[in-house]
């Protein structure tokens, strides 16, 4: 993708990756594309040998890719080590996202008196934030977002259009809720008496680390006594259920229709594949 806005050089993404271009180090670059389809002011990127077939005909600006495949490449060359790590830092110079965020609090939301509020935060149209609410700095509530009673969310994270926290989550630095996740509601807790269900009241809350991103649709259920906690660096696909008091550790990844039942231990670096239950 190009965004016309932009105005980096090849010498400008070699220095914020912290590697050499071969050639041509002043040619401005407005984004990135695949090998395929890039253009002389695109970079493009190699990650995977299946694509090795592009790299000859390639007309990007640039190709970030592995040394090993450098001498075959027709155009100035980024070698870097993981090129698909490289890819992913390049990537967020070109996100057009964070530069359509206003600071401050748009005329139609609606923000208890008593919400703490952060450096340079933005609450978008028709979002909700009650009472007893910590906002760190940089934090970006979307449109139609509600956050709960004395919810804490952490700097520099985003919750994307109509998100619900439920009343007590934490929420870490750098994360990243999408739209339509539910983070906090009651766990599913009944007691059976023979004839019928009572509802037991979910006393517990929900706590992320830092740098955690919920997919859309997905749930986090709160817990029925202790807390259910997602660990620092985990990634959790859309419709991802996650019932009450389910620990995940570190650096875990769920893909899309996992679901994990109450009290489930997860630990760290585990990958869970689609479907799993």
């Known amino acids: 993708m190009t965004h016309a806005s932009y105005h980096l050089t090849l010498a400008d ?9 071969s050639s041509n180090a002043q040619q401005p670059i407005r984004g990135l594309a695949t090998l ?16 090795l077939k592009d790299l000859a005909s390639t007309k990007a600006a640039a190709v970030l890719l592995h040394p090993e495949h450098g001498k075959h490449c027709p155009v100035p060359r980024l070698e870097i080590e993981n090129p698909y790590l490289g890819y992913a830092k390049l990537s967020q110079l ?20 008593d919400v703490q509020v952060g450096a340079d935060v933005s609450i978008q149209a028709h979002a909700v ?5 910590v906002l760190g700095d940089h934090v970006v509530i979307g449109a139609g977002s509600v956050v ?31 739209s339509g996740c539910v983070i906090g ?36 259920d709160r817990g029925a006594l202790g807390d259910t906690v997602i660990g620092d660096d985990v990634k959790i ?33 585990c990958m869970l594949g689609v479907g799993l239950v």
């Open 94 to 113: 070109f996100d057009p996202l964070p530069a359509r965020d206003v600071v401050g609090i748009h005329p139609t939301a609606v923000v208890a008196d």
């Open 13 to 21: 993404i070699a220095h914020h990756l912290g590697i050499a271009v």
């Open 185 to 220: 509601g009651d766990g599913f807790g009944f007691a059976h008496d023979g004839t019928g269900w009572h509802k037991i009241a979910q006393l517990g809350g929900v706590v992320l680390g830092d740098d955690v991103e919920v997919g859309s649709c997905s749930s986090i």
């Open 36 to 51: 395929k389809e890039a253009q002389s002011d695109q970079v493009a990127f190699l990650a995977n040998r299946a694509y």
């Open 129 to 133: 934030v009650e009472s007893g609410v």
């Open 148 to 178: 709960g009673a004395d919810c804490t969310i952490g700097a520099a994270t985003r919750l994307h259009a109509n998100v619900t926290l439920c009343h007590g989550v934490v929420i870490g630095k750098r994360g990243i809720l999408q």
């Open 237 to 269: 696909d859309s419709q991802v259920q996650i019932a009450h008091n389910v620990i995940i550790g570190d650096h875990s990844a769920l893909a899309g229709c996992v679901g994990i039942a109450g009290s489930t231990k997860v630990g760290r670096h």
